[in-house]
């Protein structure tokens, strides 16, 4: 499967931002779909993933209550809507897909097989 990511900008601290990653090339409902990102100087980390059919979903504790994953299967698009952004929120945010058959949703960025290219978010203080 193929991820485009998009949404990225420039927002002020408490702002909000809408990501979406659109996915082409196979049965998007097959897949468990997650974003991670990126910081300067630190490793690729787990924000948020989303179940194959949507009724389940995992967020890191640092944008819980935040940030909010969603998924349109009819539409092949999963999206994260991140509200109240921090000036630590700043990275390179990426949308993947996991396309094993585990029940359950995966933090691990070694267990998603695609990627999408990423798409840069920059809040200010």
């Known amino acids: 499967v193929q991820l485009q990511a998009s949404g990225g900008g420039l927002v002020q601290a408490g702002g909000s931002l809408r990501l979406s990653c659109a996915a082409s090339?196979?049965?998007?409902?097959?897949?468990?779909m997650g974003w991670f990102r990126r910081a300067p100087g630190k490793e690729r980390e787990f924000v948020a993933g989303?179940?194959?059919?949507?009724?389940?979903?995992l967020y890191a504790d640092s944008v819980k209550d935040r940030f909010t994953i969603s998924r349109d299967n009819a539409k092949d698009t999963v999206s994260l809507q991140m509200n109240s952004l921090k000036p630590e929120d700043t990275a390179v945010y990426y949308c993947?897909?996991?396309?094993?058959?585990?029940?359950?949703?995966?933090?691990?960025?070694?267990?998603?097989?695609?990627w999408g290219q990423g798409t840069q978010v920059t809040v200010s203080s």
């Open positions: 993947a897909a996991d396309r094993s058959s585990r029940r359950f949703i995966t933090t691990r960025t070694y267990e998603y097989d695609h």
């Open positions: 090339g196979r049965t998007f409902s097959n897949y468990v």
């Open positions: 989303v179940s194959r059919s949507g009724g389940s979903t």
